[in-house]
């Protein structure tokens, strides 16, 4: 995709040229000279960060305030990109080599940090939300376990027959797997969320066309039925059947799985192929990542809604149950 190598790399390397700019990195690289001078002991090898005050031979030399060099780097500091080239040159204007060559590097190591500080602000936000989730659960659980207990203690039915308890272990199961998915799905949107942002900062042409290339009918299609056969094939498992033989079954659906997931890489290769062609690396690197959450989260939202389905045909099943026996199946259903 030729028409990406200019605009994708040049729109790429003046976001970065941009962040580096910023006030926040400058104010980083302030603290982290302001540290450097202290840890070094030798004022002689400063000149922009020293107070303009202290350098008379009878005081002691002193650094400026953080704030005051954050303000001074703004003025001293060029930022740029090499002509022709996808890298950003850092110029400092200062007579000390040592000072230079500090700011330079620390300009380059801030820089890295705050991008390392991102991806763990990340991946905290999804540790939060499944630590959150289990909590929930696990108070749900407790409450069935209760109810469970307290109705056996008053006297109620006490035991269902096998016929039941197969449909509730069943029903259990899928509904089991429904709320993972759901679980998973709701982690999925977060960080493709937070990834198909970030595209769009550094590579607005490449976002827009990767949300058309997820929309494709046949990209979908495949999609839609690879989850449909592991549904079914987990449906084949759940209700094995002495007159259908469940080991060819499953084979069929094996190889299904298997021939469909084949298309769909190599779907996923051509477009890769076409786009990493003339990308900038970090660019390459975070679309991979959006596509490969694109197609997780495609797939969980289809397997979300067919599980959705099997666990409605159940529910009616065991809503045909005896009435004596419904409202213990549902205490043990709940805490299943």
């Known amino acids: ?73 703004e003025k001293k500091v060029l930022v740029e990109q090499k002509r022709g080239l996808d890298i950003v040159e850092i110029t400092v204007d200062s007579p000390s080599p040592y000072e230079v060559a500090l700011i330079a590097n620390t300009y380059a190591q801030e820089y890295k940090k705050l991008n390392l500080d991102v991806s763990r602000n990340q991946l905290t936000n999804v540790k939060e939300f499944l630590s959150t989730q289990r909590k929930e659960k696990l108070q749900q659980l407790n409450e069935a376990e209760d109810i469970l207990r307290n109705y056996q203690q008053k006297g109620g039915i006490i035991a269902l027959d096998a016929q039941a308890n197969n449909l509730i272990q069943q029903l259990s199961q899928f509904e089991a797997n429904k709320n993972a998915a759901d679980i998973d799905l709701a982690v999925s949107n977060k960080v493709l969320s937070e990834y198909k942002s970030e595209l769009a900062k550094q590579s607005p042409q490449m976002a827009e066309y990767l949300e058309s290339m997820s929309n494709e009918a046949y990209f979908t299609a495949l999609q839609e039925q690879l989850a449909k056969l592991k549904v079914n094939k987990d449906l084949a498992l759940a209700n094995k059947n002495s007159k259908v033989d469940t080991k060819l079954l499953i084979k069929d659906y094996d190889n299904q799985i298997t021939d469909l997931q084949q298309k769909l ?71 299943e």
């Open 1 to 73: 995709m030729p028409e990406f190598q200019d605009f994708g790399s040049d729109r790429f390397i003046a976001n970065e040229i941009e962040i580096l700019k910023s006030y926040s990195i400058r104010y980083r690289v302030a603290e982290s000279i302001i540290k450097n001078f202290k840890e070094v002991n030798s004022p002689d090898s400063f000149y922009l960060v020293i107070s303009q005050g202290s350098n008379f031979e009878e005081k002691p030399k002193e650094i400026l305030t953080q704030e005051s060099i954050a303000i001074l780097l």
């Open 265 to 335: 890489d190599e779907k996923i290769s051509v477009i890769k192929k076409g786009i990493f062609a003339s990308s900038p690396e970090v660019v390459k690197q975070l679309t991979q990542k959006v596509i490969e959450e694109e197609v997780k989260n495609q797939s969980l939202k289809i397997t979300s809604s067919e599980l959705a389905v099997v666990v409605q045909t159940y529910d009616s099943k065991f809503n045909r149950l005896p009435t004596t026996a419904i409202e213990l199946a549902r205490f043990q259903r709940e805490r």
